[in-house]
C-alpha cells in the first residue's frame, strides 16, 4: 500500500504482498497447532500483508446475499469485505511473529466503515496489519485492522477486537447494562447454520459447525459466528443503509448456540440507528450495535 497511515491516522506496519488470499483449510491446519508464546507486557509485532488487484466473484457475492438476507444485486454489504479479507487477518495469526495462539480468540467488537461506493467490478486493494494490544481486566485485548482501496483511494475500513485470555494486574469492572430499544422481531435461527456460514465464509473454526466440534473447545453446542448475527442484522436494517458515508459498530456479549430463537431489537433516530440482539427471554444480550452517518 502506497499511504503510510491508515484512516485513524495510524502508522502502517510494512506489508507482505501476497499473489492471492491464503487457503482458509491451510490456514486452519497451521491454526490448531500454533501455541501460546504470549508475556505478559509484551507488545504484538506490527505484521501486515495485502493483496491487490483483488476481483470480487460475483457468484460469491450473491451466495452471501442469499444467505444473509441482503438483495441479490451489485450492491457490496459492508459486511462483505471484512468476510473476504478474513484469510489475510488468519495469516496474520499464523505468522511464526505472532505470538499468541490463533484458536481461542474471543471476538469483542467490529467497527465498519464504509466510504465511498464503488462498481464491485472494480479491483481492490485489501490489506490487514495488527493495531496494537493493551490489557484488561479479562485478558489482552488486540485488535486488526483491514482497508480497501480502488485506484488509489480509500473506500472501506474496518477494525476488529479481539480478546487474549489471560491473568492481568487489573482489577475486574462491572459492564453496563445492554438496553432493549424498540419493538422486537423474533428470529429462529437453526443449528446448521455456522456450517451454511461456514461454506461461504471459508470459515471453518470448530466451534462454529456441531456440537461435537464445539465441545472440543469448551462450548456445550456451536455458536453462530459473531460476523453472522451483524451481517444479519444489517441484512434486516438494509433499507436503512446509506449507499456510503457511514459506520457500523457492532460489540458481541453472550455467545449464540445453535440453534436458538433471539429476539432483535431496532430504533431509528436522527443520523443513527440502534439495534441490538437479545435471547428469547430479552435477559442476555448477544449483541448491540450501531449504524451512524456522517455528518
Same mark, same amino acid.
Given at each position: 500500500?502506497?499511504?503510510?497511515?491508515?484512516?485513524?491516522?495510524?502508522?502502517?506496519?510494512?506489508?507482505?504482498?501476497?499473489?492471492?488470499?491464503?487457503?482458509?483449510?491451510?490456514?486452519?491446519?497451521?491454526?490448531?497447532?500454533?501455541?501460546?508464546?504470549?508475556?505478559?507486557?509484551?507488545?504484538?509485532?506490527?505484521?501486515?500483508?495485502?493483496?491487490?488487484?483483488?476481483?470480487?466473484?460475483?457468484?460469491?457475492?450473491?451466495?452471501?446475499?442469499?444467505?444473509?438476507?441482503?438483495?441479490?444485486?451489485?450492491?457490496?454489504?459492508?459486511?462483505?469485505? @471484512?468476510?473476504?479479507?478474513? &484469510?489475510?487477518? !488468519?495469516?496474520? +495469526? *499464523?505468522?511464526?511473529? /505472532?505470538?499468541? $495462539?490463533?484458536?481461542?480468540?474471543?471476538?469483542?467488537?467490529?467497527?465498519?466503515?464504509?466510504?465511498?461506493?464503488?462498481?464491485?467490478?472494480?479491483?481492490?486493494?485489501?490489506?490487514?496489519?495488527?493495531?496494537?494490544?493493551?490489557?484488561?481486566?479479562?485478558?489482552?485485548?488486540?485488535?486488526?485492522?483491514?482497508?480497501?482501496?480502488?485506484?488509489?483511494?480509500?473506500?472501506?475500513?474496518?477494525?476488529?477486537?479481539?480478546?487474549?485470555?489471560?491473568?492481568?494486574?487489573?482489577?475486574?469492572?462491572?459492564?453496563?447494562?445492554?438496553?432493549?430499544?424498540?419493538?422486537?422481531?423474533?428470529?429462529?435461527?437453526?443449528?446448521?447454520?455456522?456450517?451454511?456460514?461456514?461454506?461461504? @465464509?471459508?470459515?471453518?473454526? &470448530?466451534?462454529? !459447525?456441531?456440537? +461435537? *466440534?464445539?465441545?472440543? /473447545?469448551?462450548? $456445550?453446542?456451536?455458536?453462530?459466528?459473531?460476523?453472522?448475527?451483524?451481517?444479519?442484522?444489517?441484512?434486516?436494517?438494509?433499507?436503512?443503509?446509506?449507499?456510503?458515508?457511514?459506520?457500523?459498530?457492532?460489540?458481541?456479549?453472550?455467545?449464540?448456540?445453535?440453534?436458538?430463537?433471539?429476539?432483535?431489537?431496532?430504533?431509528?433516530?436522527?443520523?443513527?440507528?440502534?439495534?441490538?440482539?437479545?435471547?428469547?427471554?430479552?435477559?442476555?444480550?448477544?449483541?448491540?450495535?450501531?449504524?451512524?452517518?456522517?455528518?
Amino acid at each position: 500500500m502506497h499511504s503510510q497511515t491508515d484512516d485513524k491516522g495510524q502508522k502502517l506496519p510494512k506489508m507482505d504482498e501476497l499473489n492471492e488470499l491464503p487457503g482458509m483449510f491451510a490456514l486452519f491446519r497451521k491454526a490448531a497447532v500454533k501455541s501460546n508464546k504470549f508475556a505478559d507486557g509484551e507488545s504484538l509485532p506490527m505484521l501486515g500483508n495485502s493483496i491487490h488487484g483483488l476481483k470480487i466473484d460475483l457468484r460469491h457475492l450473491l451466495a452471501y446475499q442469499r444467505l444473509m438476507g441482503f438483495d441479490e444485486n451489485e450492491s457490496l454489504p459492508p459486511t462483505y469485505l @471484512s468476510m473476504l479479507g478474513f &484469510p489475510l487477518v !488468519l495469516n496474520i +495469526m *499464523t505468522h511464526a511473529d /505472532f505470538p499468541m $495462539k490463533a484458536m481461542g480468540q474471543v471476538h469483542l467488537r467490529n467497527e465498519i466503515t464504509v466510504l465511498k461506493y464503488f462498481p464491485i467490478g472494480s479491483p481492490i486493494d485489501l490489506s490487514a496489519y495488527i493495531k496494537g494490544n493493551s490489557p484488561t481486566s479479562k485478558g489482552i485485548e488486540w485488535s486488526v485492522g483491514m482497508m480497501a482501496k480502488v485506484n488509489g483511494e480509500l473506500v472501506w475500513s474496518s477494525e476488529s477486537t479481539m480478546l487474549h485470555r489471560c491473568k492481568t494486574a487489573i482489577p475486574r469492572q462491572t459492564a453496563d447494562p445492554i438496553m432493549r430499544i424498540g419493538e422486537p422481531q423474533a428470529w429462529s435461527i437453526d443449528r446448521g447454520m455456522g456450517r451454511r456460514y461456514a461454506r461461504v @465464509s471459508g470459515d471453518y473454526n &470448530p466451534i462454529h !459447525l456441531t456440537a +461435537m *466440534t464445539a465441545k472440543l /473447545f469448551g462450548f $456445550k453446542r456451536a455458536i453462530v459466528h459473531g460476523m453472522w448475527s451483524k451481517a444479519r442484522s444489517l441484512a434486516v436494517l438494509k433499507d436503512q443503509l446509506p449507499g456510503e458515508g457511514y459506520r457500523v459498530r457492532a460489540s458481541f456479549h453472550r455467545p449464540l448456540f445453535l440453534p436458538s430463537k433471539v429476539l432483535f431489537y431496532t430504533k431509528h433516530e436522527e443520523n443513527k440507528t440502534l439495534f441490538s440482539l437479545f435471547n428469547e427471554s430479552g435477559q442476555e444480550a448477544h449483541l448491540d450495535g450501531i449504524i451512524e452517518e456522517d455528518k
